[in-house]
């Protein structure tokens, strides 16, 4: 049974940095592709990003942009989103989701089966 795992969320004041991992378990794929998504209360999910199998390969949000990096090693576990400045805007439940034996693109409207429980983020000003 695949799972995926998310941590690092947590309170932070407006303009400080925060740093999530994503790591799967239960699968066999040398190459799969990680999604970064987030939902505030009251709103749409937002696809914040994603990496592809090898880490060359990201996509961002315009929201996010110059702000936020997704990162890997070696294709491999875990996947990190690293948030900097981060505005209150940028609250929300953030989720991790992976798609396994697929090395195509992360741009958005790819297809992501496995998800994470999600960790909340919060931004005071």
């Known amino acids: 049974q695949v799972h995926v795992v998310e941590s690092g969320g947590g309170s932070v004041q407006a303009g400080d940095s925060l740093r999530l991992s994503c790591a799967t378990s239960?699968?066999?794929?040398?190459?799969?592709?990680m999604g970064w998504f987030r939902q505030a209360p009251g709103k749409e999910r937002e696809y914040v990003g994603g990496i592809n199998w090898s880490g060359h390969i990201t996509y961002y949000a315009d929201s996010v942009k110059g702000r936020f990096t997704i990162s890997r090693n070696n294709a491999k576990d875990p996947v990190y989103l690293q948030m900097n400045n981060l505005k209150p805007e940028d609250t929300a439940v953030y989720y991790c989701?992976?798609?396994?034996?697929?090395?195509?693109?992360?741009?958005?409207?790819?297809?992501?089966?496995?998800w994470g429980q999600g960790t909340q983020v919060t931004v005071s000003s």
């Open positions: 239960g699968h066999t794929s040398g190459n799969y592709a």
């Open positions: 989701a992976a798609r396994l034996y697929y090395n195509g693109s992360v741009s958005p409207g790819t297809r992501y089966d496995y």
